[in-house]
């Protein structure tokens, strides 16, 4: 044998610090491969819960007197497809938001809030808000940062 024993050990050595180069490589890879599909379907549910809530926004009775609005949000962490409905009446001066869990058609929350002749908008609380099934003595920004935690994850 020409090179001998220490060349062996050398080239044996180097090609187990490839190996192990090459499985962390391969673990960063898959690593990365699994957060860009959990973000694709992240977008997909997302799409869903557009469609649904389109759809329903859509087919619903609506009220002339009423101007509507609406927006949506997929909740990964609790896997919901969530819907705000806003109505608002001008010639009233009252404003009605709905919060909706589309996957079960359940209504989860509810806010009412009338303007005042006398009043300024900020110093008027809502007249009614309602958090599955149970009323709430809140203020509009204690609706609003309910509204927030729930569009948000």
Known sequence: MKYGIP???????????????NQTEI????????????KLDGISMQ???????EHSFETMPKDRNAIYDYYCHYSKN???????ITMIYPKTGSTSKILIDLL?????????WQAD???KYWEVKPFYV??????????????????????SD
Do not use: H, P
């Open 27 to 38: 673990l960063e890879l898959k690593k990365k491969n699994a957060e860009l599909q959990e």
């Open 104 to 112: 079960e058609s359940k209504t989860i929350a509810s806010y009412m």
């Open 7 to 21: 060349t062996l050990i050398i080239c044996v050595s180097i090609m187990g610090c490839d190996y192990r180069s």
């Open 78 to 84: 609790r896997n919901k497809f969530y819907m705000i």
């Open 47 to 53: 799409e869903k819960c557009a469609k649904m809530a």
């Open 117 to 119: 002749k006398v009043k």
């Open 130 to 151: 309602d958090i599955n099934g149970e009323k709430k003595d809140w203020t509009t920004e204690e609706w609003d940062a309910f509204e927030k935690g729930s569009m």
